[in-house]
């Protein structure tokens, strides 16, 4: 099985700041690493595909990057609705994970 | 609008089974991966399992294989789960999920709003 870390597992930001989340996979996930954003007791949001690839509605600010077993996800500029958890996961072999959660607060 | 509606959910005791549904619609329900994620309240996603178009591959979370069986039909535009050997640690809110491209058996972009299964005595 794939083991996901993502660091760090609680953030504390500003409005405007640039925020990085790091994903970690156990072995290479082949680019087929996702990341989500969840508030509250919704259901979660899926915001980047594929490593890199910004699904549909989703701000321009979230971005995705990454190759082989380390990746992150960046948003540019805080906005206030962005404080939520962010989940990676990877879909490239079953059994599919997801990374243990980073808790992103306003500072 | 593509729609994800689970049911089912609720309390029973330790041993036993319950069977949750997703009744999807909006989309060429027999095109696309479908899969079940839970989620005990406060804590982190858990995929339990996916299941293809045509219902001939399935896969499983070790923590649910023999206990728990995905299945689908597509006359009914339905999703299901069966749970049987129902465990306290298997209590969670169930989601069902739907691949972001018919091709996608991992990303999931649509989400029902959940089910929540509690086991108890």
């Known amino acids: 099985d794939i083991q996901l870390t993502q660091s760090p597992s609680s953030l504390s930001a500003s409005v405007g700041d640039r925020v990085t989340i790091t994903c970690r996979a156990s072995?290479?996930?082949?680019?087929?690493l996702n990341w989500y954003q969840q508030k509250g007791g919704n259901a979660p949001n899926l915001l980047i595909y594929?490593?890199?690839n910004l699904q549909s509605g989703v701000p321009s600010r979230f971005s995705g990057s990454g190759s082989g077993t380390d990746f992150t996800l960046t948003i540019s500029s805080l906005q206030p609705e962005d404080f939520a958890t962010y989940y990676c996961?990877?879909?490239?072999?079953?059994?599919?994970?997801f990374g243990q959660g980073t808790r992103l607060e306003i500072k | 609008e593509v729609q994800l509606v689970e049911s089912g959910g609720g309390l029973v005791q330790p041993g036993g089974s319950l069977r949750l549904s997703c009744a999807a619609s909006g989309f060429s329900f027999n095109n696309y991966w479908v899969h079940w994620v839970r989620q005990v309240p406060g804590k982190g996603l858990v995929w339990v399992s996916r299941i293809n178009g045509d219902g001939t591959t399935t896969n499983y979370a070790d923590s649910v294989k023999g206990r728990f069986t995905i299945s689908r039909d597509n006359a009914k535009n339905t999703l299901y789960l069966q749970m049987n050997s129902l465990r306290a640690e298997d209590t969670a809110v169930y989601y069902c999920?739907?691949?972001?491209?018919?091709?996608?058996?991992?990303?999931?972009?649509?989400w029902g709003q959940g089910a929540l299964v509690t086991v108890s005595s």
């Open positions: 594929t490593t890199s």
């Open positions: 999920a739907r691949g972001i491209f018919p091709t996608s058996s991992g990303c999931v972009a649509y």
């Open positions: 996961q990877q879909s490239y072999s079953a059994p599919i994970t």
């Open positions: 072995q290479s996930t082949s680019g087929y």
